[in-house]
């Protein structure tokens, strides 16, 4: 499977995004998905995921209750709504899938994921 994301942009603090991630090659409800995102001179890091069957998700905590992962299934995308933006949001961020033995799992760390998207920026000015 192929993974675009798009959707970054630059924004001010307490906007929102919408970034979308979308699949080709394999459908996206077939995977489990998961943000990441990277900020310069950092290790990249867990953002938010979901399962496979949809309904199991995970956030990291610097982004409970402001961001939201979500999948349409017909559009073949996975989605993370972000709300009240902070500046230490910012940085690229990253979309990735994995095939898995069991529909509910979902995984925070980058090693457990085999297909990545190519990254959107994400700026964040206060």
């Known amino acids: 499977v192929q993974l675009q994301a798009s959707g970054g942009g630059l924004v001010q603090a307490g906007d929102s995004l919408r970034l979308d991630c979308t699949a080709s090659?394999?459908?996206?409800?077939?995977?489990?998905t998961g943000w990441f995102r990277q900020a310069p001179g950092k290790e990249r890091e867990f953002v938010a995921a979901?399962?496979?069957?949809?309904?199991?998700?995970y956030y990291a905590d610097s982004v409970k209750g402001r961001f939201t992962i979500s999948r349409d299934n017909a559009k073949n995308t996975v989605y993370l709504q972000m709300n009240s933006l902070k500046p230490q949001d910012t940085a690229v961020y990253y979309c990735?899938?994995?095939?898995?033995?069991?529909?509910?799992?979902?995984?925070?760390?980058?090693?457990?994921?085999?297909?990545w998207g190519q990254g959107t920026q994400v700026t964040v000015s206060s």
């Open positions: 990735a899938a994995v095939t898995t033995l069991q529909d509910v799992v979902v995984l925070a760390y980058p090693g457990g994921y085999h297909y």
């Open positions: 090659g394999g459908t996206v409800s077939s995977y489990a």
């Open positions: 979901l399962s496979s069957s949809g309904d199991v998700t």
